[in-house]
């Protein structure tokens, strides 16, 4: 107990005293998930809408792959990306392996997935009447697919919220293919991992719950722009 | 006759090889409404989406204004604003009232100050101004309905399609809500085309009737001839006929045929050759009973049939008679003279109607 106690309490002061390092480190997994967040919502949102709007032949085994997409290890995900990024690798010319840039590859395939499958989900779920309501109304079909994406707004921000917590908690990859090298790659779950087998019990606390809090602070955001202006 | 805005020619749709749209020709002219009715599964919904343009006929051709619909292209999209369409859902978006009512002329990049006009005289039309700034999802089936038909019609399409709009809402809505809809279609003079299954809604706001049998439309034409004259015996029983009787004629003096039927004879005004097969129609609400004891009523009629009742079916004002006499016949009855006739299961009873109230469909 009295080490819990310890760790809350040098968290506080870490966050409060704004140490350099610590901060370093936040901002940092900030920066990975949130650009790997984002460049899977660019893919991930169009392609799930794609699949789940339109009719071809492979369509359920193309669903079915992202469904199981959800699921990917992290650990493996490193160690595919790894390999691909590793200096004799395929990738190796690109001087990625130990760069934010391969942790932010390798979050974008565990997340992209995600967003994808619960696009999938958010558009199905709509009535499929809407979509001729909304054509029979005049809309592009640009505007079409911007009216039924509003539509789902809420499911596709659980999307977001999912891909995010999915890739700031994850630990695996970002340790394989960022090698957790302290002031550049180092991100808050790989520093917890550390602080914990050096025994530095407060420290790894402290950099748990500033990873909680940054999990809490982005998904309250998003919670808030979601349920704006509903009420029950 | 004037060019009609909206046609559709050699329309034919297939579902999996499986026909289920096969329409020749169907015209709206400019202003009418054309109520479109049949059974379920008739192919109603499907003319629709093919005559508003939102699914294209597997051969055949829509003209809009005289111009053949290009299925594709910016060109699709320009005639489709000029369309509004109604669904039996009112399928309005997760927004205020006012926001879906503004959907159609926000689509289109109205500018503002129109919208908003737009918006508040049309919600103010169907009795929701009220209900502005409320969120749709909070919606009655009846308000939903209303925010619906005030979002097509702020659009001001040139064709107005109402797939039927009024099915899922409980009889006092359906019937406050066609009033209304009748009201401002008669105001606007919409040219509209109106899908329906049920009969009352389609001679309450038709101008004109086409009847949908298996993907076909078999006849079109003024409510009083549809209703009056079907041409098949499913037309007749979907348009309410509920005596239908297989008979031949065997006789004909100035017009006036007489067909026998079971035994009976029955005078009818129509034409057919003497020795033809025909089906004698008749409506059960021109049929009148008598008590076989009772005073005679109806002197000018020229059918007097003896009967007994065999059973009555309570429709609230009114009681469904089945009478047997030969062959059945049914007839509608008033609450109070069934009553005062005190018909029961076995009354000798007397059917009476004119022979003008016969509708004979030659087979």
Redesign the interface.
């Given at each position: 107990m009295e080490l819990i106690w310890q760790g809350l309490l040098e968290a506080f002061r870490l966050i409060v005293s704004g140490d350099p390092g610590v901060f370093q480190i936040t901002w940092l997994s900030l920066q990975i998930s949130g650009g790997a967040t984002l460049l899977s919502l660019l893919v991930g949102i169009p392609v799930g809408m794609a699949l789940a709007l339109t009719r071809f032949p492979g369509r359920s085994l193309c669903i079915a792959l992202v469904n199981t997409g959800m699921g990917l290890p992290p650990v493996v995900v490193g160690l595919f990306v790894s390999i691909f990024v590793w200096r004799s690798g395929p990738l190796g010319f690109l001087g990625l392996l130990y760069t934010p840039t391969a942790i932010v590859v390798a979050q974008f395939i565990i997340a992209a997935p995600i967003i994808t499958g619960l696009t999938i989900a958010a558009m199905q779920q709509l009535?499929p009447?809407?979509r001729?309501?909304l054509?029979?109304?005049?809309?592009?079909r640009w505007?079409l697919l911007w009216?039924l994406m509003?539509?789902a707004?809420l499911p596709l921000l659980a999307a977001v919220m999912a891909g995010f917590g999915g890739v700031i908690s994850e630990v695996g990859a970002s340790m394989m293919v960022g090698g957790n090298i302290q002031g550049q790659t180092r991100v808050l779950t790989t520093a917890t991992v550390l602080e914990t087998g050096k025994g530095n019990f407060d420290l790894a606390i402290a950099l748990s719950v500033i990873l909680l809090v940054l999990t809490f602070a982005v998904n309250y955001l998003l919670t808030w722009i979601q349920q704006r202006?509903r009420?029950p | 006759m004037t060019a009609p805005i909206l046609e559709g020619l050699d329309l034919s749709v297939l579902y999996a090889g499986q026909r289920v749209l096969d329409v020749p020709r169907v015209e709206v002219q400019a202003g009418e409404v054309l109520a479109v009715i049949g059974p379920n599964g008739a192919g109603k919904s499907t003319l629709l989406r093919v005559l508003g343009l939102l699914e294209p006929p597997t051969s055949g051709e829509v003209r809009f204004r005289g111009q053949r619909v290009v299925w594709s292209g910016p060109d699709l999209l320009i005639a489709r604003r000029r369309f509004a369409t109604v669904f039996q859902e009112a399928l309005l978006c997760d927004a205020t009232v006012e926001a879906n009512v503004a959907l159609g002329l926000r689509l289109r990049r109205r500018p503002p100050g129109e919208v908003s006009t737009q918006v508040h005289t049309w919600l103010a039309r169907l009795g929701i101004a009220h209900l502005a700034k409320r969120e749709a999802r909070t919606l009655s089936g009846g308000e939903a309905q209303r925010t619906s038909l005030a979002r097509a019609f702020a659009i001001r399409p040139d064709v107005l399609l109402l797939d039927e709009p009024f099915a899922a809402l409980d009889p006092p809505t359906r019937d406050e809500l066609l009033t209304l809809l009748q009201g401002l279609l008669r105001q606007e003079g919409f040219t509209t085309v109106f899908v329906t299954h049920d009969r009352d809604e389609a001679l309450r706001l038709g101008d004109r009737i086409a009847v949908m049998m298996e993907g076909r439309i078999p006849q079109v034409g003024a409510p009083s001839e549809v209703f009056g004259r079907p041409v098949t015996e499913e037309i007749a029983r979907f348009v309410g006929v509920e005596t239908i009787l297989p008979g031949r004629v065997t006789g004909e003096l100035s017009g006036l045929l007489t067909v026998k039927v079971n035994g009976m004879k029955i005078e009818a005004l129509g034409a057919a050759a003497v020795g033809e097969r025909v089906l004698v129609c008749l409506r059960p609400e021109d049929v009148v009973i008598r008590r076989l004891d009772g005073r005679v009523g109806l002197e000018s009629a020229r059918n007097h049939l003896e009967g007994r009742v065999e059973d009555a079916t309570p429709l609230g004002a009114q009681y469904r008679v089945r009478i047997a006499c030969g062959s059945p016949v049914i007839a509608l009855v008033t609450k109070q003279s069934f009553e005062d006739l005190s018909l029961e299961h076995g009354t000798p009873v007397v059917v009476t109607f004119k022979a003008s109230a016969v509708h004979l469909i030659r087979r």
């Open positions: 009535n009447r809407l001729l309501q054509q029979a109304l005049g809309a592009s505007q009216l509003r539509e707004r202006g009420t | -």
